[in-house]
């Protein structure tokens, strides 16, 4: 009996401890959603402008002394007393640039219980930016890059190899060239008068006037052959990065060139001979940056090698000279013997 009397003895030690700290989770509990406490949250906290945290308290059905303390003041950097259903604003002091700041609530029962505990705001230890941050932060974001250019050099075009320019062109190969024309006149009869001299009259009428060139037209896409080559320059690329060239259309790459440090480039493009003649686009793609910009060119026929042409001429001349150089001696020999067989036969005597 005395055994039996003593485990229970032990069991039932153990039992009050457990109940006590079960009945104590129960008042926390309670104490979460009782009424009568004061509720707060924090608003603001440490920032690039001057200031600290900052912690607006309801108070509950009783009143309660409130304390903002931290970690730098333990006693407190602001308290407040609220009735029931008050509402207060606490606040710490400034906090220094790349300064930490812990806080904590302090609540104490005004109605006599005693009950005070402790919110950590475990929730709220905040660091305040350096001012290396806050200006990178509020500085003015950078202007977006400039789009890329390009542009085709000056002169800077080549027809293809074994070709020559236009007979009578007046420009170098590949160059466009403006021209202007005056306004031509043409004479008509007029069919109702004469002269005094009885000769129809003529009146000067001016043909159809063609429109004006514009003077835009001189500054047209430049022209090159199929098969030739032309120079371009591009600028805003990022340094170093590698340029494609490709025409407009097509995925081959043409030409490849290296961004310089200030982010451009010059390359010539041979342009394939199997393109159709008329106007086309060479783009100059950055592999890296993804940008991209265009160049308008005219594209032309690839011109017949002038040094075969000159030749096909020159040898049909000489052969058509040749031709007639034998058939005028053959004529003055068969001239020139009819004479002296009249010569031998002497003259021819009549009766």
Known sequence: MARGARSAGMVAGLLVPLLAAAVAGAGSALAIDDPTRPDARVTHGPSCHPGGIVVEVVAGSVP????LATTRQAAGEDEVVLVAQERT???TGDV???ETIDPRLEFTARDGSGVAYVDELEDYTLTRPTVEDCELALSPPPPPPAPPTASVEAGATAPAPGTGSAAGSGSEPGVAVATSRSPRTTTTSSGTGTTGTGTPSVTSVPASTPPAVP???AARAPQVASGGTVSLRGAGFIPGERVDIQLRGSDTVLATATADPDGAVRVD???PGDVTAGPAILDLVGVDSAVSTGVDLQVAAALEPAGRTRGAVSLASLIAAAVA???????????A???RADRRRGPIRTA
């Open 64 to 67: 309660y002394t409130v304390r």
């Open 89 to 91: 604003v606490l606040r």
């Open 96 to 98: 220094a640039p790349g």
């Open 215 to 217: 003077a835009l037209a």
């Open 269 to 271: 493009v041979r342009i």
């Open 325 to 335: 150089l034998v058939g005028t001696v053959g004529a003055l020999v068969s001239v």
């Open 337 to 339: 013997g009819q004479q």
